[in-house]
C-alpha cells in the first residue's frame, strides 16, 4: 500500500469521481466513473490512493434539482397551506406581467398534504394535532408512493413538536424537518429549502 496522502479533495459528479491529493510534495490523482454507486467510487478511490483524510464536494444534488431526478417527494404543512409551493413570492423581473411563467415546484400538488394544527408568531400552540390526525396523514403520505417527506409547519422553528410528532409517524421513510433544516422565519423560503433538502436526501 502507498504512504497515506495527507489531504485528499473529492469531487462526486454525476458521470465521474476525482481526486486530488498530496503524498508528501508529490500530487496524485485518481478518476473513477460515479455510476451506478457515487459512494462506492469514493470509498475505491480513497483506498488506492492511501488516502489519511479528504474534504468531499459532490455535484450529485445540484444535478439531481437541474434535471429534475430527484426522489418523489411528499410535502406536509399546516392545513390551509398545500398551495405555498405554487404560489411561492409574488417577486418577479416584471411585476405587472401576469403571463409569467414559473418552472413547476418539486412537489407536485397531488403530494402536498396539510395537517390540523396551528403555532402563533410567539410560538404559542393555538391547535394542536391530534394523534388520529397524525396517523391518517402518515397514512395518506405513504399511500401516495412518496419516496421522501418534507415537513414544514408554521412557525415550527418557534415550537417544533408537532414537526417532531410527524416525523417519527413517518419513521422509515427519508424526513426533513423545517426546524433543523432552516429554523427561521419566511415560510415560502424556508419550506422550498426543506423540499429541496428532502429532495435530493435519497441520493446523496
Excluded: W
Excluded at 444535478?63 to 426522489?71: D, F, P, Q, V, W
Excluded at 404543512?77 to 411585476?95: C, D, V, Y
Excluded at 397524525?134 to 415537513?151: F, M, P, Y
Amino acid at each position: 500500500m502507498p504512504s497515506a496522502a495527507v489531504d485528499v479533495g473529492v469531487d462526486v459528479g454525476g458521470t465521474f469521481t476525482d481526486f486530488v491529493g498530496f503524498r508528501g510534495r508529490d500530487v496524485v490523482t485518481a478518476k473513477l466513473p460515479s455510476t451506478p454507486n457515487p459512494e462506492q467510487a469514493v470509498i475505491v478511490g480513497m483506498q488506492d490512493l492511501g488516502a489519511a483524510g479528504m474534504a468531499h464536494g459532490t455535484t450529485v444534488a445540484t444535478n439531481a434539482i437541474l434535471e429534475r431526478r430527484g426522489a418523489r417527494t411528499a410535502f406536509v404543512t399546516t392545513a390551509g397551506f398545500e398551495h405555498l409551493l405554487l404560489i411561492g413570492r409574488q417577486n418577479r423581473p416584471s411585476l405587472y406581467d401576469l403571463r409569467v411563467t414559473r418552472p413547476p415546484p418539486a412537489v407536485p400538488r397531488e403530494r402536498c398534504f396539510g395537517l390540523a394544527e396551528r403555532v402563533d408568531a410567539h410560538g404559542r400552540v393555538l391547535q394542536a394535532p391530534t394523534k388520529r390526525d397524525i396517523e391518517e396523514l402518515a397514512r395518506k403520505v405513504r399511500l401516495s408512493g412518496a419516496e421522501s417527506v418534507a415537513v414544514s409547519l408554521l412557525f415550527s422553528f418557534l415550537h417544533p413538536t408537532n414537526e417532531r410528532r410527524v416525523a417519527k409517524a413517518l419513521a422509515g421513510l427519508p424526513i426533513s424537518t423545517s426546524h433543523e433544516v432552516l429554523a427561521e422565519f419566511r415560510e415560502f423560503e424556508r419550506s422550498s429549502t426543506t423540499v429541496l433538502d428532502a429532495y435530493v436526501k435519497p441520493l446523496v
